[in-house]
């Protein structure tokens, strides 16, 4: 299976070489249509979820050879539970936790995965020098993509993150990391500017001599980061089965907490790849340019920019989109089109018709902070059962589609432990935050009785070792400096 870029097919690529690139050389994202992949779905489904991914894996990037090892070296020992993302029953739906791994959010899952694909890779290749990972982060791609590449040989890793943008939490999970090959780095400005930036970097390296060295990506822009998202539609859907609550063959709904549009994306492909997937829900915060989308198929990131309490959401333009609505409309050109409006006047508008297919697969709906908080609450007092803001928006925004859903069943997925955000939590549960965020995760463990992850209890001892601050036009600057060494 060939791959290709989103804006042009004279850009093609094997799977090795997309996840090695990370982006397409002009500035389209590699895409292949899983569609065309003759993937016995079912038999996935019988399958552990390691199996499970080296499957899904193998499908998508079927260049990688031993991919069952590969998977196998990810995830050993990293963790909570042995099928990697539980599907558990809350109420009248089911939440699939998918922050059960090293750094407590659901990007453990792909980013386990990513460093030994950049590793293998590189080995096929015969790739000598090393190969620079650049990153822009919401907040938890970057702790996840730290996790994974840090003292990977032949790899270093550079994370910017919005300056101020983040929580308490997860600024520190990022600047106690540790490792010989890791940088991370504050930006002044939002996720938009810190991912725009990345982008240019790649633009500005692309004719220029790297003294060997190549640059590739840890975000969803990068096809070797949402492939291993796939595995966990499945997961849930095959837990259903054995719950006895579905039959295989039986609709199943899924509801995405969204801001790149990665996550959703890759419940796409498990649709594409034969999953009885229904309606895939895509809930906003406050940045809601995605359901506006959705809904009249104008996008418009010439808006205010909100911070929220679920800031790993808060994003104005969704990379992984373009991915869609390449796969929707088969045509390169319409989506190079769309996307240099994008660029050049901050909008653009879909055609009739392609609208009429993305509302056949997906809905949209928005939540508030205040209906957030409220959410987190509520679930709790009803269930005993504690979610993360993230995990809250797609809750409220989930009991619109209840009634339309009827008796086929729904899953919410959860993206983020809730001690990531403790401060939005311990309001939720009606009790008025302190300064020290550790002082408030003890307090939410005793009011809730739920385990702190010990990846986050030790960040309060841990040592400060990242406190580089920049303005966002000197990103360049600070990645050449990081490539001439
Ligand atoms: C990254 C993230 C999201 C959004 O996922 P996308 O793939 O960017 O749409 C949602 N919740 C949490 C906690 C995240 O870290």
Redesign the pocket.
Known sequence: MEYQSTRSSAYRADSVTAVLDGIAPDGGLYIADPSKIAFDWKAALGCSSRDMSASILHALLPDFPDMRELVERAYLNKFETEDLTPTVKVGDRYILELFRGPTS???DVALSVLPQLVTAGRALQGAKDDVVILTAT????GKAALEGFHDVPGTRIVVFYPYKGVSRVQELQMSTQKGANVKVCAVRGNFDDAQTGVKKVFAACRDMDLGGKSLSSAN?INIGRLAPQVMYYFRAYADLVSAGRIRVGDTVHYVV????????LAGWFAKLLGLPVGTLVCASNQNKVLTDFITTGVYDKRREFYKTN?P??D?LV?SNLERLLFLLSEDEGYVAGLMKKLSEEGRYEISEELLRKLQNGFAAGTCDDESSIETIGKVFREYGYLM?P?TAVAWNVCDCFMDSFGDEPVVVLS??SPYKFPAACLRALGEEPEEDEFAVMRRLNELSGVPVPANLANLESAEVLHTDVIEKEDMLAYVLEILSK
Do not use: E, L, V, Y
């Open positions: 959010a659901f990007k919401s907040g938890d791609t969803s907490p969204t801001g790149n549009f990665g996550d959703i679920s790993s959401m994003i969704s993360d993230h993206t983020a």
